[in-house]
């Protein structure tokens, strides 16, 4: 399995280009709109041919590429079964498995940012969108959500996960890049040696502006991004 | 292939265990003497044969469990062609190939830290013992050191691979884990924005106290720990 990393410097998201190399099937993590040529030159360049676009929720700080890339490749796009999107061509549960090749992808609901947050389990690597960051985590005061569900997604899901698990995150604000579970229980500010009740209160006073795009990213990507 | 990483607290090195999963050939890289048992019964409780023991390089702050290991399972130990240490089974050079299972080991020789260090790059993961860590490097004012190699194999070797390719480092002293070629690139104090003369003066400059267990711990390693 080869995994690229690709980033969108404007909004710090990480997007995943994934291969099974035996079979040159592929899948793509939370793409960006704005770099939707460049994956499909790095798909052709490697004569991949793309399965599945995988949205881990949708976004209110970018558009996706995942219209687009349907159009334009005929794969199929992917985000969690409370998605409001009506628009993608399959919706995910806790616990449904999609594969590519020989690999698996394991979907794991994990509510909390949005109500439709899934991560993707792939391997050792688990995809964790806005859910988990290296040392932090993705906020919980728009767009439905809820700092007692992220909570419970964090703690009681992919901190559950195999401690040599890669943290592959969503966004890095400050160019790190992955991380385990085991370093995100030992480290992470946001859930090391705090209560549910102490996290709740933390998030919900937070305090921050907006996403810049909020209201032009979350219904255009309601739309796929078309 | 799975990848365990296993710590010893008291010098705060990485060991870790790699099995391939459809042979269950595995190797151990940077044992930790005091934790030969424990490695052991992680190797029996899955049911592995351990085919080599990959130690980067002859180190000053623990004492290797190469020799009892070898003993213990006939696996072969490894150290690069520039040891002392002749009881090692086996010395490798820069650009060899040793395989267990259907995975490939390459041997990158690293020196600066010690002259016979090595790291070791087996799939898209580079165990980079004492050359790389995150965020920093290993020493090079004992053993034979040189900041000038180290900063030409880390420039000159490490940074050339992949920039995805995983780090592995050989010891961390705050909990963190994992990073990558590109992360290293982009946030190492100790390379980013640097030349080599300035690092050569920083390296020398340091002024450490010698790791505690140093005149115990190198002519022990020489012996292969035993």
């Known amino acids: 399995m080869l995994v690229k990393q690709l980033k969108d410097n404007e909004s710090s998201t990480y997007t995943y280009l994934i291969e099974d190399e035996p079979t040159k099937e ?10 939707v040529e460049e994956y499909i030159q790095f798909l052709d360049s490697l004569n991949l041919k793309l399965k599945y676009i995988l949205d881990t929720h949708v ?29 993608v061509s399959r919706k ?4 449904e498995v999609l594969s590519f090749g020989s690999i698996d992808i394991k979907v794991i609901s994990t509510p909390g940012h949005t109500p439709c947050h899934v991560a993707y389990l792939i391997e050792d690597r688990v995809f964790t969108g806005d859910a988990l960051f290296i040392n932090g985590c993705g906020r919980t005061d728009f767009q439905g959500g809820s700092a007692e569900q992220l909570w419970n997604s964090v703690t009681g899901k992919l901190f559950q996960l195999d401690p040599d698990t890669l943290v592959c995150p969503g966004h890095d604000y400050k160019m790190k890049r992955v ?7 030992d480290l992470n500010p946001r859930f ?35």
Chains 1, 2 share one sequence.
């Open 179 to 185: 991380s385990t579970i085991q370093q995100e229980k």
């Open 26 to 35: 592929a899948v793509i993590i939370d793409p960006v709109k704005e770099h």
């Open 92 to 95: 995910v549960k806790d616990g």
């Open 192 to 226: 090391k040696n705090q209560t549910k009740e102490g996290f709740i209160e933390l998030m919900n006073n937070l305090n921050l502006p907006d996403p810049k795009k909020i209201h032009e990213a979350v219904p255009a990507n309601e739309a796929c991004g078309v």
């Open 59 to 87: 976004h209110a700080d970018h558009i996706t590429g995942s219209g687009i890339l349907r159009e334009k490749t005929g794969a199929e796009s992917v985000l969690g079964e409370q998605t409001k999107a009506a628009c």
